[in-house]
């Protein structure tokens, strides 16, 4: 086992009475050399799980465990010095996550020069090598990134993260702003990655087929808790928790003629707020299938096939 949580939570305070519940006690398992695909919707807590998870939201409770080493609740400048040689993040958004004031030579060889891992003669080298592998030219490092195309800054930052060769990176929505062509590419260079590197990813997304297509493992978030995970393809083709099964069923279809004839049922209503959440299931005020204790008893986890599990209480 490479990373595991264990009731992990991330709460903002606002104000002196309430709190807002980002991230509300997940427990999490991920192998070594596996991408875990995390799904919902925005708000639900994915993108504040991926940064609690290395470091860069300390954690309100709960543990976090890598390579069989619990982590810091809070990283100090040295825990983040240590950790960032084998935990890595690439950003949902391509451009305001790079520098506007440096060059590509500069961002993506930073982590080299910061972890002392190669003479700085040398980086020029290493960060033509990593452009290249990404689909780009050695002759970019000295443009800025208000230079290049959304999907080119989204190559930027893959190279800016892997140029560590890290053990584990979260894949933070890294195609929701690109093109159809350029999410294909990007996505088949992450999996390339995986492959030469051994990587572990934790890919966050909001497309669904995407996931399944990319990840062996999915999980499905609500709200700071998760619902349901199990291996990809069970989870995609066999949903068990109410929302799971609405998530698939307003997936489009791939196929004009049948998306033409599928029955789109929405999601009725808009997501909870999660400021000072009380007991009972997160999805309860959007269910079409609530009982009445599903608002004042919060689910447990269940078993409901191998390596499948539901937080539902039709189900316990």
């Keep these: 086992m490479l990373i595991e949580t264990k009731d992990l939570k991330k709460h903002f305070q606002i104000g002196r009475k309430q709190t807002l519940h980002a991230v509300d006690g997940v427990s999490l398992q991920i192998e070594e050399n596996e991408i875990l695909g995390l799904v919902g919707e925005s708000g639900s807590g994915k993108s504040t799980f991926g940064k609690a998870l290395i470091?860069?939201?300390?954690?309100?409770?709960?543990?976090?465990?890598?390579?069989?080493?619990?982590?810091?609740?809070?990283?100090?400048?040295?825990?983040?010095?240590?950790?960032?040689?084998?935990?890595?993040?690439?950003?949902?958004?391509?451009?305001?996550?790079?520098?506007?004031?440096?060059?590509?030579?500069?961002?993506?060889?930073?982590?080299?020069?910061?972890?002392?891992?190669?003479?700085?003669?040398?980086?020029?080298?290493?960060?033509?090598?990593?452009?290249?592998?990404?689909?780009?030219?050695?002759?970019?490092?000295?443009?800025?990134?208000?230079?290049?195309?959304?999907?080119?800054?989204?190559?930027?930052?893959?190279?800016?993260?892997m140029i560590i060769q890290p053990r584990f990176v979260v894949c933070d929505e890294p195609i929701s702003a690109l093109d159809v062509s350029v999410q294909a590419q990007v996505v088949n260079l992450l999996e390339q990655l995986k492959q030469d590197?051994?990587?572990?990813?934790?890919?966050?997304?909001?497309?669904?087929?995407?996931?399944?297509?990319?990840?062996?493992?999915?999980?499905?978030?609500?709200?700071?808790?998760?619902?349901?995970?199990?291996?990809?393809?069970?989870?995609?083709?066999?949903?068990?928790?109410?929302?799971?099964?609405?998530?698939?069923?307003?997936?489009?279809?791939?196929d004009p003629e049948t998306e033409r004839h599928h029955k789109y049922v929405p999601i009725i209503g808009e997501i909870t707020s999660p400021i000072n959440l009380g007991a009972g299931c997160r999805f309860a005020d959007r269910c079409p299938k609530v009982m009445s204790h599903c608002r004042s008893v919060t689910p447990k986890t269940t078993v409901v096939a191998a390596k499948h599990t539901v937080n539902c209480h039709l189900f316990e």
Excluded at 109 to 138: H, M, P, Y
Excluded at 199 to 205: E, K, Q, Y
Excluded at 224 to 252: K, W
């Design 55 to 161: 470091g860069l939201h300390s954690r309100t409770s709960g543990t976090t465990t890598y390579n069989g080493q619990l982590l810091p609740a809070k990283f100090t400048a040295a825990d983040h010095l240590q950790y960032s040689k084998e935990l890595q993040m690439i950003f949902q958004d391509p451009y305001s996550s790079l520098n506007p004031r440096m060059t590509v030579l500069d961002i993506v060889g930073e982590g080299l020069l910061i972890q002392g891992q190669t003479k700085r003669s040398e980086v020029k080298d290493q960060v033509a090598l990593w452009l290249e592998k990404v689909g780009l030219n050695a002759d970019h490092m000295s443009r800025y990134p208000h230079e290049f195309s959304g999907g080119q800054r989204q190559r930027i930052g893959i190279a800016r993260a």
């Design 197 to 254: 590197l051994g990587l572990t990813l934790l890919f966050i997304a909001h497309d669904l087929s995407m996931v399944r297509y990319v990840s062996d493992r999915m999980a499905v978030m609500y709200l700071g808790s998760l619902v349901e995970s199990g291996p990809a393809d069970d989870v995609f083709f066999n949903p068990q928790h109410p929302y799971t099964q609405l998530l698939i069923e307003a997936n489009p279809e791939p």
